[in-house]
C-alpha cells in the first residue's frame, strides 16, 4: 500500500486531486461503497415499513463510512484502513441531516412570509455547512457544532480556501442532482437505483475526504491535533504544558469526564484553541466508555475507586431484574468489602448473592465474602442462619482454602449460645 507524506505546509486541496482518487481506489474502501449500494437491491421488497428501516441503515451507514474517512484523514492518516471507528457516533448521519432540516425549516417558517431573511439565512447555513460537518467530526456534539462562533471560526481561519471548499462542495451536490437528473429514463428499475446509490455514496465519501484533508491542511489553525503534531508534542516532554500533562494523564486512565472538565473550566476563562484536540479525545472516549457492557462500567468505576457509584449502578440494575457480573472476582469483592465496612449490610448480602456459582473456582473469595454474609446475620440476632453458612462453609472448602478463620469464629458463637 503506498504510503502518502505530506510536507510541513501541505499543498492546497484542488492540487491533491491525484491522491484523492488514489485514496478512493483503495479495495477496502472501493468495496464498502459497492457493497453499500448493492444493499439498495433490499428496497425491492413490497413492504413500506421494510423500506423505511433499510433506507434509515443504508443512510446511517453511508454517512459514518463518510465521517471516518474525514475524521482519519484530518488526523494525518493518509492510508484507508477498514476497522470500527468508536470515535464516530453511529447515529452520525441523523445529526449530520438535522442541517437539512434547519434549512427546511427556515423555507417553510421564515423564507414564504420574509424573502430577504430566509435567503440570507439560507444563503449563510449553505455556506456554513462544510464547516459544520469539521466541527461535528470533530466534537459528535450537535450544539457545538451549531455555535456560530465555532462556524465562523474555521471559516474565517480557513480563509480563501474555504470559499473554493464550499464550491466544490456545491458542484458535488449539483452533480450528483445533474446525474440523476440525465440519467432518469436510462437507469430504470433496481439496477438503475444500485447504480444511482453508488455515485451517490462515491461523491458523499469524495466529498468528506477533500473536506478532511482541508481540515488536515489547516489543523495549526484550527487547534486540530494530528498525528504530527502528537509526535512533536512528545519531543520535548521537558516543556510541555502541566495542565496539557493532567489531561493526558486523566485520559490514560480512563477519565474522560475528569479531563472534559477541567477542559471546560480552562475554556471557559480563557479560549484556548490548543485543547480542543484533547477535548475532541476526552468526549470520543467518554462515547466508549458509554457504550461500553454494564459490568465493564462497574469495573471501570471501581479500579477507579469510585465505589459509591458502583454500588448505585449495581443497585440500579438489580432493580431492574438484570445481575451484574464483572470478569473479576475480585471487582465484586472489593465491592462486597467497602460496603461491609461502610455498614451497608443490605447491599453486601445483594452482592454476595450466587457469588459462589458465579465464580465457583474462587475459593478464598467465596470464603472472604461469605464469612462477611455470617457476621452480618449473627449482628442482626439470626444466629441460626449464621451457624448455617459457617457451617456450609467448613464443609464445602475445608480441604480448598485456609478456613481457620471461619473455625474459630464458629467456636465462639457456639460458646456464647451455650452460656
Known sequence: MQQYDFPDDPPPFWQQFGFFFSYLKQEKLYYQITLLAGANILLAIPSIVIHIIISALLFLASYKL?????????????????????????????????????????????????????????????????????????????????????????????????????????????????????????????????????????????????????MYRHADDLGHDTVDTEFVETVKPEQEDPIKVRIKALIAENKPNEAIAIIKEIKADDERRDLDGYLSQAESMQLRLNRARPADKLQQLVEDKQYRKALQMYDEYLADGHAIKPKKAEILTQLIHYAFENNKFQMVLKLCRDFDKKYPLEYEQIVSNYFLVAKIYYQNKKVDQAIKVLNSLIERFQNKTNINAIKSYLKGIQKLNQG
Not at 492510508?79 to 457516533?89: H, L, Q
Open 66 to 214: 463518510a465521517f471516518e474517512v474525514l475524521h482519519t484523514v484530518s488526523s494525518g492518516q493518509f492510508v484507508y484502513s477498514d476497522r470500527n471507528s468508536y470515535e464516530i457516533d453511529d447515529k452520525i448521519g441523523f445529526k449530520a441531516i438535522s442541517m437539512a432540516i434547519v434549512q427546511l425549516l427556515i423555507f417553510l417558517f421564515i423564507y414564504r412570509y420574509d424573502p430577504a431573511t430566509g435567503l440570507a439565512l439560507l444563503i449563510l447555513t449553505t455556506a456554513a455547512t462544510p464547516a459544520f460537518f469539521m466541527m461535528l467530526c470533530k466534537s459528535q456534539d450537535l450544539l457545538a457544532s451549531y455555535n456560530p462562533f465555532n462556524l465562523g471560526t474555521i471559516m474565517t481561519r480557513i480563509g480563501f480556501e474555504y470559499v473554493l471548499l464550499l464550491a466544490f462542495f456545491l458542484g458535488c451536490a449539483a452533480l450528483n442532482m445533474a446525474f440523476r437528473y440525465y440519467t432518469a429514463d436510462i437507469l430504470t428499475g433496481i439496477v438503475g437505483e444500485i447504480i444511482a446509490a453508488w455515485f451517490l455514496y462515491f461523491l458523499l465519501v469524495f466529498t468528506f475526504l477533500v473536506i478532511g484533508y482541508v
